[in-house]
């Protein structure tokens, strides 16, 4: 079935520590989100990617990085500058454009 | 960014009861969508409207793109325990990624 992979679902962090967030998917599409979610904030953006090799910072880029080998796939990066990482991580794929979002089933992130 | 607002932020409803909410904004969109998300899960899309004044139903929900383009509103008729979850807005304007709302947390009594 055609779909977006993310895995883990649940991770820990220790202080420090780099941990990356895996996101694949199989539908073809060319644009890739990441998003973090914390309790009442909604969605916001961290990075999007339309292509391969390519990618753009959203609204809360600092202390993350992504990157974009494959089209399939757009792994995130939580790096020790992010201060505050314990939040629910979704990625998301489009075709183009940026409408019609389909989302992963999210990663929960926690700092041990 | 851009912000929309979305309200209410949550809602306490008995079963059988219908529910509105809506989402505004100070900019125009061309595209409004709402998504539903279950707990610990990812949003799933549920309406997508692309024409100022377009009504659209999927089942006991329907959903409005307002007339000024600035403003949607999603309601939900007789309601039943499994709708409830976070219902978020979103607006897509030109060439930049998706706007969401900070979502309206829905809980229905049996």
């Known amino acids: 079935d055609g779909g977006i992979t993310q895995s883990p679902k649940y991770l820990f962090r220790k202080e420090g520590q780099n941990v990356t967030l895996s996101c694949e998917q199989n539908l073809n599409h060319d644009a890739m989100y990441w998003y973090r979610q914390d309790p009442g904030q909604g969605l916001r953006l961290i990075y999007y990617s339309q292509i391969v090799n390519d990618f753009q910072k959203g609204d809360i880029a600092e202390g993350y990085s992504v990157s974009r080998e494959k089209k399939e796939s757009f792994p995130l990066t939580v790096t020790s500058a992010q201060k505050n990482p314990t939040a629910f991580y979704l990625c998301?794929?489009?075709?183009?454009?940026?409408?019609?979002?389909?989302f992963g089933s999210g990663t929960q992130l926690s700092v041990l | 960014g851009q912000q929309l607002n979305q309200s209410p932020q949550s809602m306490f409803i008995q079963e059988g009861e219908d529910v509105s909410m809506n989402c505004t904004s100070s900019s125009i969109f061309n595209t409004w969508l709402w998504y539903k998300q279950d707990p610990g899960e990812g949003p799933v899309l549920l309406i997508a409207?692309?024409?100022?004044?377009e009504l659209t139903s999927n089942g006991r929900l329907t959903a409005q793109f307002g007339i000024t383009r600035k403003d949607s509103f999603l309601n939900i008729s007789a309601s039943i325990p499994s709708d409830v979850g976070i219902y978020f807005c979103?607006?897509?304007?030109?060439?930049?990624?998706?706007?969401f709302g900070k979502g309206t947390r829905l809980s229905v009594i049996a």
């Open positions: 409207l692309y024409k100022a004044g």
């Open positions: 998301a794929s489009t075709m183009t454009g940026h409408e019609k979002l389909f």
């Open positions: 979103a607006g897509e304007s030109g060439n930049t990624p998706l706007v």
